[in-house]
């Protein structure tokens, strides 16, 4: 079954880190810039960010840059993304998505909670 896995969210307090996984199944991510997303409650999603094929090159939206690192493994068929310094405001679920087949594939989500 083709789909990716997010993991590793939680509650954490302001200031705290966080590592999210996201793991590919049924394809190999080898040849796919991969994306991470969140969208925060009542709001739209939005971009966190994105790392090329070869894991050379990485962008990340104003709002998380400085704070937030993404890599991959590709012998893992695995994207992570590094979040330090969380901020309340960075409370949201978090999706991997990559264009695959004409169209987006996008995780289920895992929750982050930043909260004192």
């Known amino acids: 079954q083709v789909q990716l896995v997010e993991s590793g969210g939680g509650l954490v307090q302001p200031g705290g880190s966080l590592r999210l996984s996201c793991v590919a199944s049924?394809?190999?991510?080898?040849?796919?810039?991969m994306n991470w997303y969140r969208q925060r409650p009542g709001e739209g999603r939005t971009s966190v960010g994105g790392?090329?094929?070869?894991?050379?090159?990485?962008t990340y939206a104003d709002s998380v840059k400085g704070r937030f690192a993404i890599s991959r493994d590709n012998t893992k068929n695995a994207v992570y993304l590094q979040m330090n310094s969380l901020k309340p405001e960075d409370t949201a679920e978090y999706y991997c998505?990559?264009?695959?087949?004409?169209?987006?594939?996008r995780g289920r989500g895992t929750q982050v909670t930043v909260s004192s």
């Open positions: 049924g394809f190999s991510i080898r040849n796919h810039y």
């Open positions: 998505a990559t264009y695959k087949d004409g169209s987006i594939l």
């Open positions: 790392i090329t094929s070869g894991g050379d090159s990485t």
